[in-house]
């Protein structure tokens, strides 16, 4: 059974970084494009980025470009969103999800397997 694993959430102030991380149970993370999304309480569930593990081909929400990365560790089977300069209204929990691409330029991708999320929260 696929199973995705999301760790690295936190408190934080805002203007800060954290890394999270996602990591296959069970299969390579080499074989699926890799997304993060992220929920906050009230709003609709938002995708903040694709890496295509294919030519690490990348999607960025506009929301959070400029300010988050993300990159993968094949070796580790693990995919990793770098966010800094974080904001309050970045607070959310975030999940990864494993899936394929579906259209390049812009790149887009679909998904089928969910991880169970980490709360990030931005506050002083």
């Known amino acids: 059974q696929l199973q995705l694993v999301e760790s690295g959430g936190g408190l934080v102030q805002p203007g800060g970084s954290l890394r999270l991380s996602c990591a296959g149970a069970?299969?390579?993370?080499?074989?699926?494009?890799i997304g993060w999304f992220r929920q906050a309480p009230g709003k609709e569930r938002e995708e903040v980025s694709c890496?295509?593990?294919?030519?690490?081909?990348?999607y960025y929400a506009d929301s959070v470009k400029g300010r988050f990365t993300t990159s993968g560790d094949y070796a580790k089977s693990t995919v990793y969103l770098h966010m800094n300069s974080l904001e309050p209204e970045d607070t959310a929990v975030y999940y990864c999800a494993a899936g394929s691409v579906v259209s390049i330029n812009p790149l887009r991708c679909e998904y089928d397997y969910w991880g169970q999320g980490t709360q990030v929260t931005v506050s002083s």
């Open positions: 069970g299969f390579t993370l080499n074989d699926y494009a």
């Open positions: 890496l295509s593990s294919s030519d690490g081909s990348t």
